[in-house]
């Protein structure tokens, strides 16, 4: 039997980069998956019939994680469409770098609301759904553990403030049966952060070994720690980065 046989999954932003890595590990291993993108239809009609490839039933929707009415919205209309939800995963986000003379008010609104709020926002909406045994995984980063290169304090900031959201939530749900867990991928191979971009030499020698990893790493970890294998592991994060933070 597939470990997530019979799950329900949603995750926000899975049209593209690891959050499409997400979805399609999910479904590999049994789930039924729905998930959220902003603008790319293409992108999410192509991770659809990969989940389906698998088996399994695929819905996308498409919301705006930055607008809470929204992706509460579509949270509801997901767990509708799959019948109920087990698993929780906010993918969705963007990476902001800039000086700290150069960042504005308006960028500090912008990143926290999509990096930061939206996974309070899906968090809330989703407890309506999920039941004991439920699963919840913030994507984080590991440049909240070691802001290696210069411009990445905002961006550490917000991805620090997944941590905390964990850890408490961790608390409040632990009770109820559900596990939250942040997960902390390094350089992965994604449009935003491609492996032969602007930043792939310095960061592959921060690596112990000079490669950037795939979004299906991070999708097969996150698999992982959806299952029932990992009911002991709430409350906590895991650095998936090829030895960067060593």
């Known amino acids: 039997m597939p470990r997530l046989s019979g799950k329900k999954a949603l995750v926000t932003g899975g049209s593209r980069g690891i959050g499409s890595g997400i979805a399609r590990s999910l479904a590999k291993h049994g789930a039924d998956v729905g998930f959220t993108y902003k603008s790319r239809a293409d992108a999410a009609a192509t991770v659809v019939r990969d989940v389906e490839a698998f088996g399994r039933k695929g ?38 770098f800039k000086p700290i003379d150069e960042f504005t008010l308006d960028d500090f609104e912008d990143i926290v609301s999509l990096d930061l709020r939206a996974a309070f926002v899906g968090s809330k909406a989703v407890l309506r759904h999920l039941p004991e045994g439920g699963r919840i995984v913030f994507i984080a980063s590991n440049i909240a553990d070691y802001a290696a290169l210069p411009t990445t304090g ?17 608390r409040d749900l632990g009770p109820r049966g559900i596990t939250v867990n942040s997960v902390h991928p390094g350089p992965i191979d994604t449009d935003a952060n491609p492996r032969d971009g602007q930043y792939s030499e310095p960061l592959k020698r921060l690596m112990a070994t000079p490669r950037f990893g795939t979004p299906a790493d991070v999708g097969e970890f996150v698999a992982w720690i959806a299952s029932p294998e990992a009911s002991f592991v709430t409350g906590a994060s895991h650095r998936i980065d090829n030895g960067f933070t060593a």
């Open 59 to 96: 819905v996308s929707l498409q919301a705006d994680s930055k607008d809470p009415e929204a992706l509460t919205e579509a949270v509801d209309e997901i767990a509708d469409r799959l019948g109920g939800l087990d698993i929780f995963v906010s993918s969705a986000g963007a990476l902001m």
């Open 154 to 170: 905002f961006y550490a900031m917000v991805k620090s403030g997944l941590d905390g959201l964990c850890k408490g939530m961790a």
